[in-house]
C-alpha cells in the first residue's frame, strides 16, 4: 500500500463522530473511557488539531506495541475509572529523560496510556450517573507546550463498539509514522520508518 503525504490536509468523507470508547487492560484491574472522534476529521501526519493515530519506531513504543491515540481534548476525553490514581494503582516506568510515565497494570502487564504533566481527581458524568474519575488537569493543560502529554494505546480499546474498527486505519491512511529513533525524518503517512511497524 502506497500512501504520501498531500500538500494540504484532507477531509475524510465520512461524518466524524466523537464517542465514547471503553477501554481496559487484559485483567480488567485498569479501565477507561476515552471520547475519541472518528474517522479524524481531515488526515494529516502532523497537524495537532486533528484526532491522531501514530506510530512511533522509538525502542519503547516499538516493544510495547504502542499505537498511539492522540485525542483533540486530552482533560476531556479520556477518564480513568480505575484505579483511581495511575501513580499509586499502577506501575510506573520512565525512561531517558523520565518525564513520560509508560503506567502499566501489575497483574497482566498492559499498558492503556502514557502520561507527562499533572492530573486530577474529578466528578464527571457517564452514562447519566455521576463518577469519580481521574483525568489530566484541566487548568493549565496544553499538549503543545511539550510539557503535557496523554496519549491512548489503541489496542486496549474494547474490540466491536460502533465506528471502532482499527483495520480501517490502515486500509485508509489514517496512520502516521514518526521517526523518533533516529530523529531524521518528519512525521508522514503510508509508510513506518526503519525499525516501526504498519
Not at 77 to 88: A, C, G, H, R, V
Request: hydrophobic share 30%; proline share 6%; charged share 25%.
Amino acid at each position: 500500500m502506497t500512501y504520501t503525504e498531500p500538500q494540504e490536509p484532507v477531509s475524510t468523507s465520512t461524518t466524524a463522530n466523537r464517542r465514547a470508547y471503553k477501554g481496559s487492560c487484559h485483567c480488567g484491574k485498569t479501565r477507561y473511557i476515552s471520547y475519541i472522534t472518528l474517522p479524524p476529521p481531515f488526515i494529516s501526519a502532523s497537524d495537532r488539531s486533528t484526532t491522531r493515530i501514530r506510530k512511533c519506531n522509538c525502542s519503547t513504543c516499538h516493544k510495547m506495541n504502542f499505537v498511539h491515540i492522540r485525542l483533540l481534548n486530552e482533560p476531556e476525553d479520556f477518564m480513568l475509572l480505575t484505579p483511581s490514581n495511575p501513580f499509586e494503582g499502577l506501575v510506573n516506568y520512565t525512561c531517558f529523560e523520565a518525564r513520560i510515565h509508560w503506567f502499566f497494570c501489575g497483574t497482566c502487564g498492559v499498558r492503556c496510556f502514557s502520561f507527562a504533566g499533572e492530573g486530577e481527581v474529578r466528578d464527571v458524568e457517564i452514562e447519566g450517573k455521576k463518577q469519580t474519575v481521574w483525568t489530566a488537569k484541566r487548568e493549565g493543560w496544553t499538549s503543545r507546550s511539550g510539557f503535557d502529554y496523554l496519549s491512548v494505546n489503541a489496542t486496549t480499546i474494547e474490540p466491536g463498539q460502533e465506528g471502532f474498527d482499527m483495520r480501517e486505519w490502515t486500509e485508509k491512511g489514517w496512520i502516521a509514522y514518526l521517526d523518533v529513533k533516529d530523529e531524521v525524518g518528519e512525521p508522514r503517512l503510508g509508510k513506518p520508518y526503519e525499525g516501526g511497524m504498519y
